[in-house]
């Protein structure tokens, strides 16, 4: 997924925290907030956010594939299992002994079994990995016919307040945009931002962008440039993003951001003020009536 970063005020800005506005604790009637704990744990939270939101993300991926499954076995009144059974399993060949022979000794370290003795378990072994990864491969060919909406966006509900603050402050505020790929939870992520500075060389940085954040389960190759069949003139896109040209650029994005402290996404600075999450838009708007009443009084912005 793409870092949701950029400068306001004319200073940098980048982005992660909570969605709650409710105290954690009072002392002597002064609330403390969970963005309060950032500057004493902040790394080890946003650690947290992260695993937080691959388990999630993990588990959602699961549970669509049920719902998926569930759904065209009732269209065709068939049970989930009988679907299954019809459309995977039967396609499934019996592994050969030289498969069986070759995971047996991948793992003989683990056992003191002669390879005869377990031949039949590990063919069995071998066989269920390859129903599960085929029903797996069945649902997502089945996602591409369905209609389904990703809601665990934290980045695309920032970009929805961005929005709001850019057309509530007009020109007072500005917006940079940086990379910061998390591959390692979103392995297209590396492509998606690469997509986007490819539609930049078009003039066509923020349209493509949006389009990211509407559909951000479809960032295979195939998806990205049907995205800019849309927007964009599809050859040159094409040759731009397999040149690779913008890899560099974006790994220096993402080490500035490592630099500044930033662990995941989304993440703010406003003039340097340090803002994590997909924070609620009031949180901005504090800081950058702040910030914008240092400049009335003539002081010196951080």
């Known amino acids: 997924m793409l870092i949701c970063a950029g400068l306001m005020l004319s200073a940098p800005l980048i982005l992660s925290a909570q969605d709650s506005q ?23 939270l946003l650690d947290l956010h992260k695993q937080e939101y691959k388990l999630k993300s993990d588990a959602l ?21 009988e679907l299954l059974k019809q459309e995977v399993d039967s396609k499934i060949s019996e592994p050969s002994d030289d498969e069986a022979k070759g995971y047996y000794f991948a793992v003989k370290a683990q056992t003191s079994l002669a390879f005869d003795d377990v031949k039949a378990q590990v063919k069995q072994l071998i066989k269920n990995n390859e129903i599960q990864q085929a029903r797996d ?27 709001a603050l850019l057309s509530k402050y007009g020109g007072r505020v500005k917006l940079a945009f940086l990379d910061f790929p998390l591959s390692e939870i979103h392995g297209q992520a590396g492509s998606a931002a690469e997509a986007a500075r490819c539609a930049g060389e078009q003039g066509k940085f923020w349209e493509y962008h949006d389009s990211l954040f509407a559909e ?10 049907e995205r800019a069949q849309k927007l964009l003139d599809e050859s040159a896109f094409r ?15 993402r080490e500035q ?17 340090f803002l994590s999450g997909a924070q609620p838009q009031a949180e901005f708007e504090k800081i950058i009536d702040s910030q914008l009443a240092l400049k009335r009084n003539g002081e010196r912005l951080p």
């Not at 951000?216 to 440039?225: F, T, Y």
């Not at 040759?239 to 994005?253: E, P, R, V, Y």
């Not at 951001?257 to 003020?273: D, L, M, R, S, Y």
Request: charged letters at 30%; one cysteine or more.
């Open 22 to 44: 409710k105290p954690l604790a009072t002392v002597a009637g002064q609330p403390i907030y969970e963005q309060d704990l950032m500057s004493v744990a902040g790394p080890g």
């Open 61 to 81: 991926d699961k549970v669509i594939r049920k719902k998926l499954i569930e759904v065209e076995a009732k269209k065709r009144g068939l049970s989930t299992e």
């Open 137 to 163: 491969k069945y649902a997502d060919s089945l996602r591409d016919k369905s209609e389904v909406s990703i809601l665990l966006q934290p980045c695309k509900k920032s970009e929805d307040t961005l929005k």
């Open 216 to 225: 951000p389960s479809k960032l295979d190759e195939a998806s990205l440039i």
């Open 239 to 253: 040759s731009c993003l397999t040149s690779g040209k913008f890899q560099q650029d974006i790994q220096a994005n």
């Open 257 to 273: 951001g490592v630099e500044a402290g930033v662990k995941g996404t989304p993440a703010f600075f406003i003039n340097g003020v």
